[in-house]
């Protein structure tokens, strides 16, 4: 896609000032987006329901407030009316456009999206980690109980549950662990850097390619293919002004 003949007519001094200021690519990413997106048909109770919300999360309960606002920001109307509208279209134009690549891309990255419960335990004594595995695993105490006495990370305050979270946000170390163990699992002791873990898998979370997936993977294939857009524009206006 072409950059836009609104930005080609901007004077090259102008350009040069946003370039100078980095406001060069936030400007050409938000044109981008209305040459996409603007044919996108939003309906019309869609549209209500988000100016709704804003005007909610805004807190915003009469006609004057709005209008206030708006002159607050330097808005009109239609600009507010595009803004909440914005994640309606990049859902519809992504799904359009591309729905046909989204489960290739869902199995491609299913090992980052499953997502994994389990507890944790860490200290830095390996003797003492040694020894609440041997507790827990004899059934002296509760995994919560000596996670909370004892855990020296974070996980200490919610007695060393962790997640849900994605399986791929863990070290490489504990990925591995938590991947070779069954649901309710104890595993042994083991080191990362300064720390000895003592985990416990509590529960898999496959994710699987529903209409959720389907339309998160739409919408980042559209990121992708926006972000690359925006390097080209940006190559060839930079070298423009350069030249």
């Known amino acids: 896609m072409p950059t836009s003949p609104l930005i080609n007519q901007l004077p090259a001094e102008v350009l040069q000032l946003l ?9 050409l990413n938000r044109q981008l987006l209305v040459d996409t997106l603007s044919d996108i048909s939003v309906p019309q109770e869609q549209e209500q329901q988000a100016m709704d919300a804003y005007c909610k999360e805004h807190q ?30 990049i859902t519809s134009y992504s799904l359009e456009n591309f729905n046909h690549k989204a489960e290739q891309r869902f199995l491609e ?3 980052q999206l499953d997502q994994v419960m389990y ?15 041997l507790r827990i695993a004899e059934g002296e105490a509760t995994f919560a ?11 200490k305050a919610k007695g060393g549950s962790i997640g849900p979270v994605p399986l791929c946000q863990a070290h490489p170390r504990l990925v591995e662990a938590l991947r070779s163990h069954a649901p309710g699992t104890l595993v042994e ?3 990362i850097s300064d720390w000895w873990l003592v985990v416990r898998v509590d529960r898999y979370m496959p994710v699987s ?3 959720t997936i389907r339309k998160s ?21 930079t070298g423009t002004l350069q030249s």
């Open 19 to 27: 370039a100078r200021h980095q406001l060069l690519r936030p400007l």
């Open 60 to 89: 915003l309960t009469d006609e004057q407030a709005l209008k206030d606002h708006l002159t607050l920001a330097g808005l009109s109307m239609a600009d507010l009316r595009w803004r909440v509208t914005l994640p309606f279209r």
């Open 109 to 111: 990255r299913k090992e």
């Open 119 to 133: 507890s944790l335990l860490r200290i830095k004594n390996v003797y003492l980690a040694r020894e609440l595995f």
């Open 145 to 155: 109980e000596l996670a909370s006495d004892y855990s020296e990370g974070k996980e």
């Open 189 to 191: 002791p083991f080191q």
């Open 209 to 211: 390619f529903d209409e």
């Open 217 to 237: 993977m739409c919408r980042e294939l559209f990121q992708e293919w926006r972000s690359e857009e925006l390097n080209v524009q940006c190559k060839a206006l």
